[in-house]
């Protein structure tokens, strides 16, 4: 069990792979936590650090009472980075976690070598749409939405093919602290980085499932097409989590980036 103390909130993370090997990051989409990735951590882990984490109001980490900001998860992710020392570094972010890997990347360029931007866009959603979610989660709760979500988060394919497991991952969903989720439901809410993402200049990946019910594909291409130094793929079948239908796909993907900007 690691966890550390960064801006008042205790952050549960783990470390997997060589100890000397290059740093990648991973942040997670709202509604989980660092095991969506657990598919492909044993894929990377022979040639890479790797640095999961639960991001505040998520996982094992601390739910401070919301709203949340996007500046408040990028500074925990920052704050994390230096609390550990890490100085260089290529991130993958999922959904929201995209969103936190682009701020990221804004506040401290020098840092970042990479970015894989799965499922995710410098804006996600309107906001009336999360105006309304906020408003069905108080009055429901999480149960209230999570058949809606799964249907988001998951191919057609994947929901009938595998009920136990898509089972366990509701219960991710309904069991996140409800204030954590309402939390980063106002920072998605109030979050455009369409002006600061367009400045970026490191390379970067965009990553979509598509199946994704959540951050069309059409939405993900557009992130990609607004920034130089860019590439978009297309992970086939998958919903808004291909790391966990398609682990090997998007694995190959981040690979070949790593490889194309020479990432050892």
């Known amino acids: 069990m690691r966890a550390a103390e960064v801006n008042s909130v205790v952050l549960h993370y783990t470390l997997d792979g060589p100890a ?16 969506i990735w657990d598919r492909v951590v044993p894929l990377l882990a022979p040639r890479y650090r790797l640095l999961r984490y639960d991001s505040r109001g998520h996982g094992l980490s601390s739910a401070p009472p919301g ?15 230096n609390r550990l020392d890490i100085s260089r570094a290529a991130m993958v972010g999922l959904s929201v976690g995209g969103l936190i890997a682009q701020g990221a990347a804004a506040a401290r360029p020098a840092l970042f070598q990479g970015l894989v931007l799965c499922d995710t866009a410098p804006r996600i959603g309107s906001l009336e749409m ?14 209230g939405i999570a058949d809606a979500i799964m249907e988001r988060w998951f191919s057609k394919t994947f929901r009938g093919a595998h009920p ?28 455009d980085l369409s002006d ?11 990553l979509c499932g598509s199946e994704d019910g959540a951050t ?33 796909a998007v694995t190959e993907e981040i690979l070949a980036f790593l490889k194309d900007i020479k990432y050892f």
């Open 196 to 206: 600061s993402t367009a400045q970026l200049r490191l390379p970067t990946l965009w």
């Open 216 to 248: 069309p594909p059409e939405l993900v291409r557009a992130g990609a097409n607004s920034l130089a130094n860019s590439q978009f793929a297309l992970i086939d079948g998958a919903g808004h989590l291909p790391c966990i239908e398609e682990p090997e």
């Open 130 to 143: 999360w105006r309304q979610r906020m408003d069905a989660i108080e009055a429901q709760g999480l149960a």
């Open 67 to 81: 709203p949340y900001t996007i500046d408040d998860h990028v500074g925990d992710l920052l704050g994390l980075l």
């Open 164 to 191: 136990e497991e898509l089972s366990a991952w509701r219960a991710m969903l309904t069991r996140t602290p409800q204030e954590g989720y309402l939390g980063t439901c106002a920072a998605l809410r109030d979050t």
């Open 20 to 35: 000397e090997g290059p740093f990648v990051v991973f942040s997670n989409s709202i509604g989980t936590d660092f095991r």
